[in-house]
């Protein structure tokens, strides 16, 4: 028996031993793969990420708009663009900005316009469709709209 008693234990130590070292191991695996995965999409991220467009020159709509409005009410809106640096010097054509913001404003109610939020809402559904309308071979031409006018009647 005495044989036996020695061997078992001496035989249980080293299967402790290397159950725990395997364990150490594979956490250690998991920690760096996470570790270095996640470095690697944070440093990716980073470097594929746009710079900021730098402000240009303002292109103005020459004439305010009349907007129709649900319930017979009416819209007054004037414009203008902040166009990009990268668009260059040149005044961008406004026809198109123009009807994009006919199509956005016409059949609001004016209580949908008359806060805060309805105003901005309204006009970053605008300012979105804009600058997709003015982006050419992936250089965008407008960043912002400012409200020149803006009476609801």
Do not use: C, W
Request: hydrophobic share 40%; proline share 3%; glycine share 8%.
């Amino acid at each position: 028996m005495s044989k036996d008693d020695k061997s078992t234990p001496a035989e249980a130590a080293p299967k402790k031993s290397k159950k725990k070292l395997l364990i150490i191991i594979v956490a250690a695996v998991v920690l760096l793969g996470g570790g270095g995965g996640g470095a690697f999409y944070m440093l990716k991220s980073k470097s594929t990420a746009k710079p900021a467009p730098v402000k240009g020159i303002v292109t103005k709509l020459e004439n305010d708009l009349t907007i129709n409005l649900a319930d017979g009410h009416y819209l007054k809106l004037g414009f203008a663009m902040q166009e990009t640096a990268a668009a260059g010097t040149e005044v961008v054509d406004t026809a198109e900005a123009t009807n994009l913001a006919i199509e956005e404003y016409t059949g609001k109610t004016v209580a949908e316009l008359s806060t805060e939020k309805g105003r901005g809402t309204a006009k970053e559904e605008l300012l979105a469709k804009i600058v997709t309308a003015y982006t050419e071979k992936k250089v965008q031409k407008v960043m912002d709209l400012y409200y020149t006018s803006f009476v609801t009647q």
